[in-house]
């Protein structure tokens, strides 16, 4: 009877496995292609059509992260996260088509966004159910689903780089190394629990909760430095060196990927003990990180140096684990239950506005030089904290 009830209990400790692997795969598929812009532009793809695809990618994710919560709420989550984990798959054989022509590259990219849409919004929500299910402390799922998918966008690229970098076939290679990935993920994936009924309607309004003073006032103004620091991190910080890397520029991409979400990636935990219910300290916390991080971004453009935008990568990134966690515990004591889905599209959708800040930069370029416009990110990210600042305490959950 012990024994029974134990691994019942084991059983329940370890369910949230298979939705895991499903955002994990998705989160790999979605990062692997930033180290490798470097490797298409030495094939001869104009810079336009690179940030092209990148922005095929956005386009994607956008409409994916309002929906798929939406449709999951309806249909349930293991469906559409499975679809997701399909279409992250199909992506990265797109993008493996890509010497037959940019057209299929641009397709897989759109599919990659909408797979990691999927992963965001109904993944995460999907590993929290199953955790809270378990028991346990109510944040646990929440740090498991933010740690699942950072390291999908962590070890994607770099295993991407590496492949692209030193083994044959590197236009094919890395995306046929993530297709067998998801493969097996998508295995395992199949075995996961569905934690919410068929029965569900669609809300027929956005959530209510976007109208509370504290996501305005506090999350609002904190979301899209999310992947706005990543975005400087290892998309502009490598251009501004990368006249003098010579044939290492691929690997340096690479690497500032990789120690940036690396970086994300440990000081979760830390972030976790930095919360408090009764302020917004991790949100503040991370957006002081972020703007130091940015004032060492315009100094290393200013001197150029490999070296200060490695520490750049890692300070940016720090910014990006604390942020990305701290916004979710925040919006995890505002969410009503059956919003929670979809309120977390949301809020990946306006953490995905930060990662147009490469090509608005670019745009800008002819204006003033990246030292001067980095330095104006580090201004309107001061702006940002006083906001949250002075809302710290206000208009906090009942609990």
Not at 203 to 219: G, K, Y
């Amino acid at each position: 009877m012990t024994t029974t009830a134990t691994r019942a209990v084991e059983s329940r400790s370890t369910a949230w496995f298979p939705a895991a692997a499903a955002v994990f795969a998705c989160g790999w598929g979605g990062n692997q292609f930033t180290p490798l812009l470097v490797m298409y532009k030495d094939a001869g793809y104009s810079t336009f059509t690179v940030d092209a695809l990148l922005g095929a990618y956005v386009i994607g994710l956008m409409p994916g992260l309002l929906l798929s919560g939406r449709l999951s709420n309806r249909y349930g989550r293991r469906p559409v996260m499975l679809a997701g984990t399909v279409l992250s798959l199909a992506a990265s054989a797109l993008i493996a088509l890509g010497p037959l022509g940019v057209a299929w590259i641009a397709a897989g990219r759109f599919a990659t966004g909408v797979a990691v849409a999927v992963a965001m919004a109904v993944g995460s929500t999907w590993i929290k159910e199953l955790s809270d299910a378990a028991g346990g402390a109510p944040d646990l799922g929440t740090r498991r689903a933010a740690l699942c998918l950072t390291l999908g966008l962590g070890i994607g690229p770099g295993a991407a780089g590496v492949l692209a970098q030193w083994a044959p076939w590197p236009m094919v290679l890395p995306f046929a190394v993530h297709i067998g990935l998801t493969v097996v993920a998508l295995a395992f994936a199949l075995r996961g629990r569905e934690t919410l009924g068929r029965t569900t309607t669609l809300p027929r309004t956005r959530p209510v909760t976007t109208r509370h003073p504290r996501f305005r006032r506090v999350i609002l103004p904190m979301a899209p430095w999310i992947f706005g620091s990543c975005g400087v991190a290892y998309a502009i910080m490598p251009q501004l060196v990368d006249d003098q890397l010579g044939s290492w520029s691929l690997a340096y991409s690479t690497l500032l990927t990789v120690c940036a979400v690396g970086a994300g990636v440990g000081i979760q935990p830390i972030a976790k003990r930095v919360d408090r219910a009764t302020s917004a300290r991790a949100v503040l916390t991370g957006m002081t990180v972020l703007c130091a991080g940015l004032a060492l971004s315009a100094f290393a453009a200013a001197v150029r140096s490999p070296w200060l935008a490695l520490a750049t990568a890692l300070v940016l990134g720090t910014a990006y684990g604390i942020a990305v966690v701290s916004g979710l515990l925040e919006l995890q004591r505002l969410a009503r239950p059956d919003e929670i889905a979809e309120l977390t599209g949301i809020y990946y959708a306006l953490a995905y506005i930060g990662f147009l800040l490469p090509s608005l930069l670019a745009a800008l370029s002819g204006v003033a030089g990246y030292p001067v416009l980095l330095g104006g990110l580090v201004i309107v990210a001061l702006a940002g904290t006083l906001v949250i600042a002075r809302n710290s305490r206000s208009h906090l959950p009942v609990t």
